[in-house]
């Protein structure tokens, strides 16, 4: 590139080859690197300057690079003029993944950064051990110094857990997603199937678009592939089910073709069969019921401006509609069940047929149920039953004293859940936010805010802790009501979900890759922090970068138009 501009540019090819030649050294690695450092540490300080003294909470994951190296991703969660803001703080080579090791990392991250552990307020990790453990683990020796930094286990990840144990709530069902993981690897494992299945996708999307069934329009019947499920990652088990639904077709003829041209005998035959039955398309059905409600839900937990009061909400939300689905659900599923087999020429079982239950002898008829029974009470029921339970359990901090007094804070239907004692307990948890005057005005203060918030109409549109803050903020109300605020400001600072490390290691990958594997730790840290916040990148000034860079020990001053 250089060569092409000297081509075009009289003035650099005589700087280059005539006034200084051997020791133009711009383009050499070592220069690229204290360049990408002074563009780093400039977005550092500009990250320090938006956040001041201000409280803050800190978001962190592990993952391996290309390199197989263990990089910790630090996240840093605060408040700026009433708004709740992430910012990617750094990354930062681990050798041990130790509670020990990591909380000493992360002490250095923060005092690089010039942020002090006394200013934190909430910790979001995963579920590891060595991360949320209650004896010796990261959280807990964090907590040991500071009391205030409260541990959240992120929502997105338990919510996963929910999703992961319910496809395993009973044999039925769990036989179901092994079919599913058999039907995406036959159906998709080589090239040639895969080509083959778009190309009867496409012949399919054809047919009925020309017979009226489906229409077009822009972003519909876009080409797609099958996805394998995974307990890791969010969401795949209702993108798989939902593409083998709207593929079903293809999925069919492929399985088809595969066990005709093998060589060799394969369970693509044995496939069609178990896909073409009832109970499979039960199933299929039921769960993508379940885990369209679970999605929407993992969605908004990702979000980078949600709340704990929100997430809480969002949670409860999903339980309600679980519990109408229990009550009410039933025959609505069945008759959608009946509609798809009836379409593909699935056969429909008579409801009254004496069965064995799943897994049990047929001999002596001890254990014969109805196919009703088999269906709606050991399939449907214990599917949403199962789910109920594991929400209870990964989420039974919810009704813990904090998050009870943060949720009385909600100003949805006119401040409904606030509760006065609960929440002026916020003030002891956090006593060291709080003076003892402060102890004894904020009845007095709360009092006067919910009556000024319930007569006046502007905090009307507030639908969430969020908006509330912003809205308090516009109109200066964080002036008349200094407590209260303070208080909204910390629960907004706990951690809901650690979606925004995840959105780090994914930025990682196309910043270290297989040609660029010997990357240091340090270039890979200034990259990625000029890339996932290149919006405040852009921003800053040039001459204060080429400032710091000429600080570096240049022979000579840079040019003034740079």
Known sequence: MLDWYKARKEEVRIAFDELCPGNAQMISSTIQKQLAKSCGDAVRRAIKQEMGDNLFSV????SRDISVKEQMALVVRYMNKGEVIERFLGIKHVKETTSEALKKALVEVLGKNGLL???????GYDGASNMRGEFNSVQKLVRDENPYAFYMHCFAHRLQLVVVAVSRCCSSIEDFFEYVTLIVNAAGSSCKRKDILLDQQRINLLAKLESGEIFSGRGKNQETSLARPGDTRWGSHYKTLARIESMWDAVIEVLTIVHEDERNPSRAGGLVQIMESFSFVFIMKLMLQILRITNQLSQLLQRKDQNIVQAMSLVTDVKSSLANLRNHGWEPLFEDVKIFCNANDIPVP???????????????????????????????????????TELDHRFNDMASELLCGFACLDPRDSFSKFDLDKVAKLIDIYDADFSNDD????????????????????????????????????????????????????????????????RAFSAMKIIKTDLRSKMSNGWLDDLMVCYIEREIFKGIDLAEIKKEFQHKGRRMPLPRSI
């Open 439 to 502: 102890r004894k005005r904020i009845k007095i203060e709360l009092e006067l805010f919910i009556n000024h918030m319930r007569r006046h109409d502007d905090f009307r549109v507030c639908h969430d802790l969020a908006t509330l803050a912003k809205k308090m903020f516009e109109l200066e109300k964080n002036i008349m009501f200094p407590m209260v605020y303070r208080l909204i400001e910390l629960g907004l600072l706990l951690p809901v979900a650690t979606a925004s490390v995840e």
């Open 117 to 123: 552990i006394a200013n934190l307020r909430g910790q």
């Open 59 to 62: 978001l962190v994951d592990e």
């Open 350 to 388: 008579n409801m009254d047929e004496v069965v064995p239950r799943f897994g049990r002898s047929r001999k002596g008829g001890r254990n014969n149920v109805t196919q009703e029974h088999f269906f709606r009470v050991d399939t449907f029921f214990a599917a949403i039953d199962s789910i109920t």
